[in-house]
């Protein structure tokens, strides 16, 4: 069932060194060294005000080398299938990212936020940032299923690549 | 600038006792005491395994009552115009909204997460569940700008409404 009437405008795009799912860091932070940053196009560039006082944001995006899905998947951190969405799979009904990345600076005038710990492919399109608010956001004891037993893969394999 | 080929695919809708942004809690943390379940539609209820196991998940929805947009805006925590992307206001270029809810009882067959905290209308599309891990996603001290001063406002207003 589609939702109508709903276009998805990108906003921005990400500027990172990976072009290739395979090796990518698995998540946000665990990408913390590599020089990456987030263009935002001029049009939107005046909603970046007051963004650089945070120390992290999410950065939404729309996985444009995700292709089709699947209701169960292994995911990176585990041997057994698992419901998709007890996953952060990339292949799913909406392919939408949620990157939880540090930020280093914010040129509003240029439209480039300087990020850390960034998981996203080059060129990948940009559909909203969001500030983060460890007030709402922050849970620390909150159980996390089968990620509690999870191994400590850091990278990507190919798994979820659409050449599968 | 929209994003090519991109169709947003509904998985299911958001059971609230809420029927008018005015009164509707702010983020969902303030929601707690209400009877509200997501809804997953059939072709989507195998992705639900092992998500029970989750205290809490993310709920990726397409905020439908939002329309239009400004790159600045005062949000309810305060009395200052600030960039759209350092608020959570639901009226954004793409209104995607990201709500971290406490995850009571998962029915994979019916379909049914029961849920505290919700701060989504009825009806409010679902795109997307997310786990919400808090491995990657809970970090107390993350400067958060703005807010760190607002007001403790805890019920929406209209000033986000469409009738605006």
């Known amino acids: 069932m589609l939702v109508e009437n709903t276009r998805l405008v990108q906003i921005g795009r990400a500027v990172t060194p990976y072009t290739q799912q395979k090796g990518t860091p698995i998540q946000p932070w665990r990408g913390e060294s590599v020089e990456a940053h987030i263009e935002i196009y001029p049009e939107f560039r005046d909603g970046l005000n007051d963004l650089e006082r945070f120390d992290r944001i999410w950065v939404l995006s729309l996985l ?5 899905f ?4 292994i995911p990176y951190r585990d041997t057994l299938l698992r419901g998709l969405f007890a996953t952060r799979s990339p292949r799913r009904p909406n392919p939408i990212g949620m990157s939880l990345v540090t930020v280093d600076s914010v040129d509003i005038e240029k439209g480039i936020i300087r990020v850390q710990g960034i998981d996203l492919l080059n060129n990948t399109p940009i559909i909203d940032i969001k500030p983060y608010v460890p007030q709402f956001e922050s849970i620390p004891d909150s159980a996390s299923g089968w990620l509690e037993n999870g191994n400590d893969t850091r990278v990507a394999d190919d798994r979820f690549d659409k050449t599968d």
């Open 64 to 68: 444009h080398e995700s292709t089709g």
């Open 70 to 73: 699947e209701m169960r998947v």
